[in-house]
C-alpha cells in the first residue's frame, strides 16, 4: 500500500519531527515525510529534515501582509507535493478557519496536556499551579478553537514532587515522541474515523491498568 505522505510544520527545535523521521525509517511504517515547513528561519529542526534528506522550506509569516496571505503560501507548497496529512509539531502560528477547513480531518496538532483542559501556552506551569497528579499529551484533529478538536490519542504521565515546568516537560516531551507517531501510523492505517467530533479507532485497545499518582504501593 502507498505510504501515507506527510507535511510537518514546525517553529522551532523539532524534536516530535524527529519522532516522525526516526518512526518513518522502518521500512513497515505507513507514512513518509515528503515536506518539512517552517515559519522560523533559525528553527533548529530544519536541519533535521535536511539531514534525514526531506526537503525543508522556510515561510517567514513575517514577510506576508496578512494571516490570509501567509496561508496560502503555506497551502500551495502542501497541494504541490501532494500532501496527504500535516502534522503540526510545535507550530507556533494559530491557523484560521479558511486553512484550518481546507484541511479539515488531515491536519493534526500534538499539544502538551491532556486536552481539553490547559489549552495555549504555558501549559505545564499552568498544570503544575492548579495541582494536577497525573499530566499528559494529546494528538488531535485540528479545528478552529485553538487546541481543539477530535482526539486520536492521548498519554499520561504522572507529576513528581519537586517538578517544576521544565522537569514536567520532558517527561511529557517523551510522551509525545510516541504518540505522534502512533498516531499517524492509525490514520495512514485507515483505522480513524471521525463521528461527531469523535475519534473511532478501529481494533483499538485500551491499556489495562490505571496510572496512579501518587502510586499506592509508596503510600503504606
Ligand atoms: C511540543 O511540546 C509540542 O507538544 C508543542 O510544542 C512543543 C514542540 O517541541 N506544541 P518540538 O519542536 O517538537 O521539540
Known amino acids: 500500500m502507498a505510504r501515507l505522505r506527510l ?10 519531527l524527529q519522532a516522525l523521521i526516526d518512526a518513518c525509517a522502518a521500512a513497515d511504517y505507513p507514512a513518509e515525510i515528503v515536506l518539512a515547513v517552517s515559519n522560523e528561519p533559525d528553527a533548529a529542526g530544519l ?15 513575517r514577510e506576508f501582509s496578512d494571516r490570509k496571505a501567509f496561508e496560502r503560501a503555506l497551502d500551495w507548497p502542501l497541494a504541490g507535493a501532494d500532501v496527504g496529512l500535516v502534522c503540526l509539531a510545535g ?3 494559530l491557523l484560521t478557519p479558511w486553512f484550518v477547513e481546507r484541511w479539515r480531518d488531515r491536519l493534526i496538532n500534538i499539544h502538551p496536556s491532556l486536552l481539553p483542559a490547559f489549552p495555549g501556552l504555558d501549559t505545564h506551569a499552568r498544570a503544575l499551579a492548579a495541582g494536577v497528579r497525573i499530566a499528559g499529551c494529546t494528538v488531535h484533529f485540528v479545528r478552529p478553537a485553538m487546541d481543539r478538536g477530535p482526539i486520536v490519542v492521548q498519554a499520561a504521565v ?12 520532558a517527561r511529557v516531551l517523551a510522551a509525545e515522541h510516541r504518540c505522534l507517531p502512533l498516531a499517524v501510523r492509525l490514520i495512514a492505517e485507515g483505522r480513524v474515523r471521525v463521528v461527531g ?3 473511532e479507532i478501529a481494533g483499538a485497545a485500551a491499556p489495562f491498568s490505571p496510572l496512579i499518582s501518587p502510586s499506592p504501593s509508596g503510600c503504606g
Not at 507535511?7 to 516530535?16: Q, Y
Not at 507529576?159 to 516537560?169: H, K
Open 7 to 16: 507535511a510537518v510544520l514546525i517553529s522551532g527545535r523539532g524534536s516530535n
Open 47 to 61: 536541519e533535521r529534515a535536511r539531514r534525514a534528506g526531506i526537503p525543508a522550506e522556510t515561510i517567514d509569516h
Open 91 to 93: 507550530f507556533m502560528r
Open 158 to 169: 504522572s507529576v513528581e514532587e519537586g517538578d517544576d515546568a521544565a522537569s514536567l516537560a
Open 197 to 199: 467530533e469523535r475519534c
